[in-house]
């Protein structure tokens, strides 16, 4: 697929199929999100692979029990990531956050960590587009609980979990916002 058009074409997916994602087409995947860029070119990434479906349920545990303040008197319970269980794999892109230890940069290392890591799942969810396939970035999960079923250590962050599947869902695209109300030109604000 041309660029512009898989720019365009992809999707976050919320329905999957029953059909296995093969490894083929997961080491594809992994090895776009593995030619990322990142700072220094430390790539901090690191994937976690899950078919198993009790423990994808476990994945989807933490995205339970989450309690949003929307008010200083009222919270509202965000709403698990059901279709999260349909997928037959899930991939949980984590971050290294040792990875810029001892290197010049190290001082933006809180930075760069997150930002490498959310490049290398953009490739990722770029090239499960381009495969035919879907997928979905999760970013709300209880990050104590996903280290715990991952058995992350201490210095391994989640940045997202990503369900890939088959899908024939026919989600239409989201609006973006124009131009103009992005673009600022020589400085955001005029003096
Ligand atoms: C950082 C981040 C976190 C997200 N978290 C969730 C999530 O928890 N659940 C979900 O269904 N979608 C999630 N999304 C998907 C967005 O809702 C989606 O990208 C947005 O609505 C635009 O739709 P599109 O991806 O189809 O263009 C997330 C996306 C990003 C980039």
């Known amino acids: 697929m041309e660029f512009d ?3 365009k074409k992809r999707r976050s997916i919320h329905y999957f199929t029953d059909k296995e994602v093969s490894d083929d087409d997961l080491l594809h995947v992994l090895e776009a999100a593995r030619w990322a860029p990142s700072a220094g070119n430390n790539q901090p990434w690191r994937f976690v692979i899950i078919r198993k479906p009790e423990s994808i349920e476990k994945i989807w ?4 029990d989450i309690e949003v303040p929307i008010s200083s008197k009222r919270t509202i319970k965000v709403t ?3 279709f999260m269980k ?5 991939i949980v892109v ?5 990875a810029y ?10 930075r760069f960590c997150i930002q490498d890591s959310a490049i290398a799942t953009m490739n990722l969810l770029l090239a499960v587009a381009n495969r035919g396939l879907g ?3 999760i970013g709300m999960y209880r990050e104590d609980a996903l280290s ?7 210095t391994i962050q989640p940045v997202a979990i990503v369900p890939i599947g088959h899908t024939q869902s026919k989600e239409q695209p989201r609006p973006r916002k124009p131009l103009n109300e992005l673009v600022h030109y020589e400085s955001y604000q005029s003096n």
């Open 5 to 7: 058009e898989l720019v």
């Open 61 to 64: 545990e933490t995205t339970t």
């Open 80 to 82: 698990p990531q059901n």
């Open 86 to 90: 349909q997928a037959p794999v899930v």
């Open 94 to 98: 984590c971050t290294d956050t040792q």
């Open 101 to 110: 230890k001892g290197k010049q940069n190290s001082i933006f290392a809180d």
């Open 135 to 137: 997928a979905c970035w």
């Open 148 to 154: 715990k079923v991952l058995n992350l250590p201490a």
